[in-house]
């Protein structure tokens, strides 16, 4: 949404406005100011049984082939007992420690200490300091972009350790990956701690502060915006993109060099694993400062569940074909393979597209073409936590004409495509299209609860005109 403001004055800024019949953005924007019970059922469940989620799906590769079934059998019919299965399971170790925490320290220095350089040399590529979105509060926070410059010196550093200095297996992720995964968690609880103990003692701006008075809700979806240390380091842009994104390609690679030392080869499965994500996480970094103004930055405020979920979830859970593979190499036949490429590149190419449509849109306030015409739009306003006036444009054109979240259509391909590369004989694989459904489905949902809260009546205009979420004429 291309968006400029209209200042107003001082004497109306005193009074709580309304905007198309909705209550000021101060209490719809964001999450929520109170709790129901089924939003503190859901994340009490979570909070309970999410590390257990990844404990159980990274424990089932390890010690039952991957598969989700035989370990309830065993317990159920008594072949093992729970102590059984943790007894089994790698405990942490000071040599998983110390990788994890020269990961993450690399990470930081890579973020904090390197300004961008790439955007100087790279053509159409944005980089360096650039601006956020329009805070609640009416703060517009400036970043340094320089992710994709931390994804390349990461991997140049990687492929020269495998190919020439040969300080360490290129498998030493494959093969500490629990002992990690210890080392991810204690991160994930120190860092969504800490952000909350913040919140309440030191907050980066206490206006964009939001306390339901629950803890567990409070913990969960964050209480703070926009929490930083110092000038530049910013909880959100960096725990959503660094370790974690960073480390997917990383991930895979070492899958794809356990698969070479288990089996002499890597299957053409696993090249298609490769390629398709890192496909997908170059288009992050090449577009970090678009994403400045999606709805992880823009919305989403920081506790457990970007903080842990950052550290443990997406690492562990997102990257399940290529561990998958590993112990269950599958060779597709040249039809196969290229049905599940293609369908990945569409896919991509869907969600790219849309994506860049909606950026074009908002850099030029609407003045642009989109599919070779003028876009139409349906303009609306809205209100910050200060009283100050926005308006934004709403475009009805190109894929955003077809469904108010075509960009996520193209996400769900893709993500059908990872996991169509591991066959059908395990359903551990498919977790991540179904998690993907799950998640974008919600986040559809529970984007347009916010923008009829922000938009009011505007918005309702701009769902008869638009009726379709994902899918044209379906859904």
Not at 249 to 275: D, H, P, R, W
Request: charged share 15%; net charge positive; aromatic share 20%.
């Amino acid at each position: 949404m291309a968006a400029h403001q209209e200042k107003k004055p001082s004497e109306e800024r005193k009074h709580k406005s309304t905007q198309n019949d909705t209550r000021t953005s101060q209490v719809q924007w964001g999450r929520a100011w109170e709790v129901d019970w089924f939003s503190l059922a859901s994340i009490l469940f979570l909070l309970m049984f999410a590390p257990l989620i990844v404990y159980y799906f990274i424990m089932s590769c390890d010690q039952y082939q991957c598969s989700l079934i035989d370990p309830l059998v065993d317990l159920l019919t008594g072949n093992k007992h729970l102590s059984d299965i943790w007894n089994k399971t790698p405990t942490l170790t000071y040599r998983a420690a110390g990788i994890y925490t020269l990961w993450v320290s690399f990470q930081v220095v890579l973020y904090v200490f390197i300004p961008d350089f790439c955007h100087k040399f790279l053509p159409g590529y944005v980089g360096g300091v650039q601006e956020g979105a329009v805070t609640p509060a009416g703060v517009v926070n400036k970043y340094e972009i320089n992710g994709l410059q931390a994804w390349i010196i990461t991997h140049a550093l990687w492929f020269a350790n495998a190919y020439y200095f040969h300080w360490f297996s290129p498998t030493i992720i494959f093969d500490n990956w629990i002992p990690l995964l210890w080392c991810a968690n204690v991160l994930g609880y120190a860092v969504s701690t800490f952000a909350m103990i913040k919140s309440y003692f030191f907050p980066t701006n206490a206006k964009d502060c939001k306390f339901t008075g629950n803890f567990f809700y409070d913990y969960m979806m964050g209480i703070e915006f926009n929490p930083r240390i110092g000038k530049w380091f910013d909880f959100k842009l960096f725990f959503n993109g660094r370790p974690g994104i960073v480390a997917w390609t990383l991930i895979n690679l070492s899958y794809a060099a356990k698969q070479q030392e288990l089996y002499g080869q890597v299957t053409n499965s696993m090249i298609l694993v490769n390629v398709l994500q890192g496909i997908y996480v170059l288009d992050f970094f090449w577009n970090e400062a678009w994403y400045l103004k999606t709805i992880d930055i823009c919305h989403d405020h920081f506790g457990w569940y970007l903080g842990w979920g950052d550290c443990v979830w997406l690492p562990y859970l997102y990257t399940l074909q290529g561990l998958y593979l590993v112990y269950h190499p599958v060779q597709l036949c040249t039809a196969n393979a290229t049905g599940i490429l293609m369908l990945g590149l569409i896919g991509y190419y869907i969600f790219r597209m849309t994506n860049h449509q909606k950026d074009l849109f908002r850099r030029t306030n609407g003045n642009c073409k989109i599919w070779g015409k003028k876009p139409e739009y349906i303009e609306c306003s809205y209100m910050s936590v200060d009283g100050t006036k926005y308006y934004s444009k709403l475009m009805t054109s190109g894929f955003w004409g077809w469904a108010r979240h075509f960009n996520y259509t193209g996400d769900l391909m893709g993500s059908l495509a990872y996991c169509l590369t591991c066959g059908f004989e395990h359903i551990l694989p498919y977790f991540y299209i179904v998690y993907m459904t799950i998640l974008l489905t919600h986040r559809c949902i529970r984007d347009e609860h916010r923008c009829f809260s922000k938009y009011g009546k505007d918005w309702k205009r701009y769902t008869a005109a638009v009726p379709y979420r994902l899918i044209p004429g379906i859904f």
